[in-house]
């Protein structure tokens, strides 16, 4: 039984990835584990852990938002800690948030000397792999089998690994044992792409997450951010590339510009028009509805008008891919993403 429609906005969205649409913009929402248990009253280690409750949740955003397409789609994933669990670190699991890590213990010389991880079998990886094995039947009957592959950026990874500010200290004051463990997340982001890609039948893209890019100075990012990110998307010349990244940092941009990155989803806090500009014509911008002050906190009336101004900027930013400013924030009532979904379907 194949969800209504859902395989004809599949084949809509990579169309419109192809060859962009500047007149007619689509929705595309990230929806991930701090979202979905609250929205189907589930218990988040139920919601983790058990098939049924996993693809019942999914089966259930999909019918209740027609016409949005997903990003990366149906994906297992464990919130932040799939990629670094590869390397050791210690998880903490909560039954109404998505587990959390603690900083790996051997600090940034021991994972800098370390051997990168192999998803196939190290850390929580093989296990969400297998997931997919065991659910894909399922998932292509219904229509809704996930066609993008999705991996924290290297620095997301790295800062995992050690603390945020212990990795931003360390672009400073050990630059070599930073550099030296960025590679190898890297290599890391690489292989656990292509190991979800392998279970995938039609893969159209693959999308990296990685905040901490905004973090840094942009002579730092030409160091320690750019090259990796572009050699990831250089390593999967034949998909379309998204990167997520919702810091408000606008002294970003002009070095993002360079990566190869298709598709940006980016903070609220950047205007469109000086995203537009700095990244030049050829990008999809994906965004950007403020995701707690407008979409948790809002009213359906007020989400449908800051809809409509939004994409009434279409002519002077568009192509456009209507979503939050993120990914999709814990307590979203799914009437607001609907009002969402309700202003782009009568243009």
Same mark, same amino acid.
């Given at each position: 039984?194949?969800?209504?429609?859902?395989?004809?906005?599949?084949?809509?969205?990579?169309? =419109?990835?192809?060859?962009?649409?500047?007149?007619?913009?689509?929705?595309?929402?990230?929806?991930?584990?701090?979202?979905?248990?609250?929205?189907?009253?589930?218990?988040?280690?139920?919601?983790?852990?058990?098939?049924?409750?996993?693809?019942?949740?999914?089966?259930?955003?999909?019918?209740?938002?027609?016409?949005?397409?997903?990003?990366?789609?149906?994906?297992?994933?464990?919130?932040?800690?799939?990629?670094?669990?590869?390397?050791?670190?210690?998880?903490?699991?909560?039954?109404?948030?998505?587990?959390?890590?603690?900083?790996?213990?051997?600090?940034?010389?021991?994972?800098?000397?370390?051997?990168?991880?192999?998803?196939?079998?190290?850390?929580?990886?093989?296990?969400?792999?297998?997931?997919?094995?065991?659910?894909?039947?399922?998932?292509?009957?219904?229509?809704?089998?996930?066609?993008?592959?999705?991996?924290?950026?290297?620095?997301?990874?790295?800062?995992h690994l050690t603390g945020v500010t212990e990795l931003l200290l360390a672009t400073q004051l050990?630059?070599?044992?930073?550099?030296?463990?960025?590679?190898?997340?890297?290599?890391?982001?690489?292989a656990w792409l292509t190991s979800q890609l392998a279970r995938m039948e039609e893969p159209i893209?693959?999308?990296?997450?990685?905040?901490?890019?905004?973090?840094?100075?942009?002579?730092?990012?030409?160091?320690?951010?750019?090259?990796?990110?572009?050699?990831?998307?250089?390593?999967?010349?034949?998909?379309?590339?998204?990167?997520?990244?919702?810091?408000?940092?606008?002294?970003?941009?002009?070095?993002?510009?360079?990566?190869?990155?298709?598709?940006?989803? =980016?903070?609220?806090?950047?205007?469109?028009?000086?995203?537009?500009?700095?990244?030049?014509?050829?990008?999809?911008?994906?965004?950007?509805?403020?995701?707690?002050?407008?979409?948790?906190?809002?009213?359906?009336?007020?989400?449908?008008?800051?809809?409509?101004?939004?994409?009434?900027?279409?002519?002077?930013?568009g192509p456009l891919l209507v979503s939050a400013g993120g990914g999709v924030s814990p307590g979203?009532?799914?009437?607001?993403?609907?009002?969402?979904?309700?202003?782009?379907?009568?243009?």
């Amino acid at each position: 039984m194949t969800i209504p429609d859902y395989s004809e906005t599949l084949i809509r969205f990579e169309t =419109f990835l192809r060859s962009p649409d500047r007149e007619h913009p689509m929705v595309a929402l990230i929806i991930d584990s701090p979202w979905l248990p609250g929205y189907m009253e589930a218990d988040t280690l139920d919601y983790l852990f058990d098939p049924d409750i996993w693809l019942a949740t999914w089966t259930r955003v999909v019918t209740d938002l027609p016409g949005v397409a997903f990003v990366p789609g149906t994906w297992w994933e464990y919130g932040m800690a799939a990629e670094p669990s590869g390397w050791g670190a210690p998880i903490r699991w909560s039954r109404n948030s998505p587990p959390s890590i603690w900083t790996h213990p051997g600090g940034l010389t021991t994972l800098a000397d370390a051997p990168v991880p192999d998803p196939e079998i190290d850390g929580l990886m093989p296990v969400l792999l297998r997931h997919y094995e065991r659910m894909m039947p399922r998932l292509i009957d219904l229509g809704i089998a996930p066609r993008i592959a999705a991996a924290r950026g290297p620095m997301a990874v790295a800062s995992h690994l050690t603390g945020v500010t212990e990795l931003l200290l360390a672009t400073q004051l050990e630059p070599e044992a930073c550099l030296a463990l960025i590679e190898k997340t890297t290599d890391h982001c690489i292989a656990w792409l292509t190991s979800q890609l392998a279970r995938m039948e039609e893969p159209i893209a693959v999308i990296v997450l990685d905040d901490i890019v905004g973090m840094i100075s942009p002579e730092d990012a030409r160091t320690f951010a750019l090259p990796q990110l572009t050699r990831i998307f250089e390593a999967f010349p034949d998909l379309i590339h998204f990167y997520h990244n919702d810091t408000p940092n606008k002294a970003m941009l002009e070095g993002l510009a360079t990566i190869g990155m298709d598709v940006f989803n =980016f903070s609220h806090e950047i205007d469109l028009e000086h995203a537009r500009n700095a990244l030049g014509e050829e990008v999809i911008l994906m965004g950007n509805l403020p995701p707690l002050d407008l979409l948790v906190r809002s009213t359906p009336e007020e989400v449908r008008a800051a809809t409509a101004e939004l994409v009434g900027k279409i002519d002077s930013i568009g192509p456009l891919l209507v979503s939050a400013g993120g990914g999709v924030s814990p307590g979203t009532p799914i009437e607001n993403l609907q009002a969402i979904v309700e202003v782009v379907k009568s243009l």
